[in-house]
């Protein structure tokens, strides 16, 4: 099997440079290799995404998902728990955090236990939602700092915010998803990574007021996604793993770099990074 492989197609024109959010179904690139570490196992990885300059502009210009809480961000819900595991992970976590770094600390307990899970849809257990907002989100104006208590956590204890948010969280706005695929008589498993856009949240994506993965407002960062999300990749992928796609992402960013302008299209690059830069 040949261990690497480059998915490339044309981009269409970029049109109008006045709206700052791009529609979604633009063409992409996508990068295929093994796991170092199982012959069985593929990657798929979005690498139109991981080589864009998006950054998380929380707190300097996001104006939230729901323009009725602009300085929720993307907390306007609680957030859905993958499994048990992620679930038992963030209540450890959760018991560990202080009134100082916690707003709603008091509202997470109830009869003296720990109660911050509800029910959402199709019976999903998901953290709670409070006055609007997931009840881990610190508001504007709180003395700890706003955004999220698990983050101010992880910051305190000085590890990643892995180990004490929820996975949806921590990843957002990677994405990771997996598919099955016949080849020959073998099912090989295919880990997919890329972009967490809008429609990923489902029938309620469209519906966002604001979003961050395809706003020219948030494509400026000073590194490419690949190594600004490079500890969750790692998490995701695992070491071996993230250094194949490390490696490929750096020689496509120098490949850009040097090439013509006129010659770009030979490359696909994300249309919010083109627009936002």
């Known amino acids: 099997m040949n261990p690497i492989r480059v998915l490339t197609v044309r981009a269409y024109p970029l049109g109008s440079r ?5 529609k979604e179904g633009f063409p992409r690139e ?3 290799f093994e796991d170092p570490s199982n012959p069985e196992h593929l990657f798929k990885c979005d ?3 991981l080589t864009s300059s998006w950054n998380c502009i929380y707190g300097r210009g996001c104006k939230g998902i729901d323009k009725e809480e602009p300085d929720a961000g993307c907390c306007s819900d609680g957030a859905y728990y993958s499994d048990k595991s992620d679930e038992k992970r963030v209540a450890s976590a959760a018991a560990r955090l202080t009134p100082d770094i916690w707003q709603m600390h008091s509202r997470g307990y109830r009869g003296g236990k720990l109660s911050i899970t509800e029910i959402g849809l199709d019976d999903d257990r998901k953290t709670k939602r409070i006055d609007g907002s997931c009840i881990f989100l ?3 104006g709180f003395k700890g700092g706003m955004g999220c208590a698990l983050h101010h956590l992880a910051m305190r204890e000085g590890t990643h915010f892995h ?3 929820p996975d949806v969280c921590w990843q957002l706005p990677l994405r990771r998803s997996f ?7 073998a099912e090989l498993l295919v880990t997919v990574i890329g972009e967490y856009g809008r429609m990923a949240w489902g029938e309620g994506g469209a519906d966002l007021d604001w979003y961050c993965t395809s706003n020219t407002e948030a494509h400026t960062g000073s590194k490419p996604v690949y190594l600004s999300s490079k500890d969750e990749l790692i998490q995701m992928m695992g070491a071996p793993a993230y250094k ?3 490696e490929a992402c750096e020689k496509r960013m120098t490949l850009i770099k040097s090439t013509k302008r006129k010659n770009l299209p030979l490359f696909t690059i994300h249309p919010a990074t083109a627009r936002g830069q």
């Open 138 to 140: 610190n508001r504007s």
């Open 18 to 22: 006045t709206m700052p959010e791009i």
């Open 163 to 165: 180990e004490t948010k």
């Open 179 to 185: 598919e099955r695929r016949e080849v020959g008589d």
């Open 244 to 246: 194949i796609l490390a």
């Open 30 to 32: 996508w990068l295929e």
């Open 47 to 49: 690498i139109t995404w």
